[in-house]
Nanobody, 123 residues
Framework: HVQLVESGGGSVQAGGSLTLSCVVS????????MGWFRQVPGKSREGIAA???????RYADSVKGRFTISMDTAKNTLYLHMDSLEPEDTAMYYC??????????????????WGQGTQVTVS
């Protein structure tokens, strides 16, 4: 089992930056791919970034060039650094872990463990 706890959300003005953190604990064999997702009320959860065991990052077109996913293995913490934030980025943000090493952020249902979410509001 894997536990994930997000933090770092808040309110920011358009054009600003924010960094989300996700502390990861539990079975290391069950976190072969880490991802960030977001969801607004009434819409499906959207995958936006993923990081595999080799450190290769993949991004959705909507955030490419603005968001950066990274992992500090010493701190067991996954990060999402967000620049040039837009009102359209307003959402609840979640981190997740996937057991299988196929690291596709778009297949939300294949991620096995989820955090509770942290709200980001851009105005």
């Amino acid at each position: 089992h894997v536990q994930l706890v997000e933090s770092g959300g808040g309110s920011v003005q358009a054009g600003g930056s924010l960094t989300l953190s996700c502390v990861v604990s539990g079975d290391t064999d069950s976190r072969n791919c880490m991802g960030w997702f977001r969801q607004v009320p009434g819409k499906s959860r959207e995958g936006i970034a993923a990081l595999d065991l080799d450190g290769v990052a993949r991004y959705a077109d909507s955030v490419k060039g603005r968001f950066t996913i990274s992992m500090d293995t010493a701190k067991n913490t996954l990060y999402l650094h967000m620049d040039s934030l837009e009102p359209e980025d307003t959402a609840m943000y979640y981190c997740a872990a996937r057991i299988t090493p196929v690291c596709d952020y778009a297949v939300v249902r294949d991620f096995n463990y989820w955090g509770q979410g942290t709200q980001v509001t851009v105005s």
